[in-house]
Structure formats: C-alpha cells, structure tokens
C-alpha cells in the first residue's frame, strides 16, 4: 500500500486478555517505530527496529509489552495480561532509515475494560 | 535525556491572522528537530523538519519554522491561518548520533480557528 497501515484500527478487551497489534510499514523502509499516545499528550516512544533487529527498546513500560518483526517488514507489539492502564492509542511508523521522515498510521485504538 | 516543551496547549486565531506555535527543546547535541500535524482521526503528518544548515526552515501548507539554537526553541509560523488548519500540532526532537531513531514529542498544542 501507499501508506503505513495498523490493524486493527480499534481493539476492546478485557483485563487480562493478550492483545497483538500489527503494523504493516511502508515498502521498503528500513526503520519501524512504536509509539503509545494517551489522550491529551504526544506520542511516547515504545520501540524501534532497523530491519529484523530491535535497535531501541527502552520505552517499553515492563516486560508485559513484546515487540518483533521477523523479517523485516511487518511487526507486532503484543501486551500480555492487559491493564485498564495500557488503554490508548498506539501508532507505528516507518522510515527509509533511522534519520529519515518518520511516516505514522493511522493507530490502533485499544481499550482496556 | 532529550525533552520537548509546548507551553501553549490550545490557541484560538481568527482566520486569515498570523500564527505561530511555541516549542521549547532540551538536548545534549544538535538535535533534530519536527513538527507534527494531526488532525482528528488522522495519523501525524510531517509539517517541516530542521536537520542541518538554513535555520529557517519551510515546510507544507505555508508553514515554516525557525531553529534557534541560543533560545532551545522551534517555532512554527504561518503568516494567514485557513480553517482547514485547525488541529493538533506536535513538536518533536530526535539524536543525530545518540539515540537515533528515538523521537520524543511534545504534548501538543491544539489549534482552534475562528471564522
């Protein structure tokens, strides 16, 4: 596609609950990003790879929050055991390389109950 | 540790008068430095970015900035707001050498504009 997609583009889920957030980046871009946006503020960094390796992951809150991406292309953060407090949106992002044009999806809006 | 300040959280200009948006930056090095669109139910769109050389700097929809380097600051202008510019916009900062690839952003400023 043109553009970074996510799916899916709303999540609702019970405390708990695994969820896995997928993020599909634009072809051929070398970096992807995570970010995790609460209402009324900027997005916060989670994590980023260049290509299959995670260059950056000390944004991840604790150890319930994963990210891969395989081969290099598309990637999941996936949050075990859910709290109401993961509740946000969470955006992905990708670039020709790390310093370069971040370019964001549209978000995956996950609710916590 | 690289931090990102966006005193104004919402600002109301009349359509047609000029604008700019503050951002107040903390980093160890030269940093590089962005600005953000988002409009509701959008994802953030690049307005203007600030690398290297020109300290002004021009970007989409009639919107530049200016890097001054002795005040920490980045801030956004457009010297006539359309209504089509009411949004959210996000100023961030990343590493050219350390922490590459890790931006952090500002809170936002909210823009509202009146007809």
């Known amino acids: 596609g043109a553009g970074v997609s996510q799916s899916p583009r709303y999540k609702v889920t019970k405390r708990g609950q695994d969820v896995a957030l997928r993020c599909d980046p634009i072809?051929?871009?070398?970096?992807l990003y995570w970010y995790r946006q609460a209402l009324g503020q900027g997005p916060e960094f989670l994590t980023y790879?260049?290509?299959?390796?995670?260059?950056?992951k000390s944004g991840l809150p604790n150890d319930r929050f994963s990210a891969e991406r395989p081969e290099g292309s598309i990637s999941t953060l996936t949050i075990q055991r859910t709290e109401q407090r993961d509740s946000a949106m969470y955006r992905c992002?990708?670039?020709?390389?790390?310093?370069?044009?971040?370019?964001f999806g549209p978000g995956t809006r996950l609710t916590v109950l | 540790a690289q931090s990102v300040t966006q005193p104004d959280i919402h600002i109301t200009v009349s359509e047609g008068a000029s604008l700019e948006l503050r951002c107040n930056y903390s980093y160890g090095a030269t940093p590089y430095l962005f600005w953000y669109v988002q409009s509701p139910g959008q994802g953030l769109q690049l307005l203007l970015k600030?690398?290297?050389?020109?300290?002004l700097v021009q970007g989409i929809k009639g919107f530049e900035a200016e890097f001054k380097r002795s005040q920490s600051s980045f801030n956004l202008r457009k010297p006539s707001v359309h209504w089509s510019d009411a949004a959210e916009y996000f100023c961030?900062?990343?590493?050219?050498?350390?922490?590459?690839?890790?931006?952090?952003f500002g809170d936002g400023t909210t823009l509202t504009v009146k007809p």
């Open positions: 961030a900062v990343g590493g050219i050498l350390t922490n590459a690839g890790k931006s952090t």
């Open positions: 072809s051929g871009h070398v970096s």
């Open positions: 790879f260049n290509y299959e390796a995670q260059q950056d």
């Open positions: 992002a990708s670039s020709l390389g790390s310093h370069n044009e971040q370019f």
């Open positions: 600030y690398f290297s050389g020109d300290t």
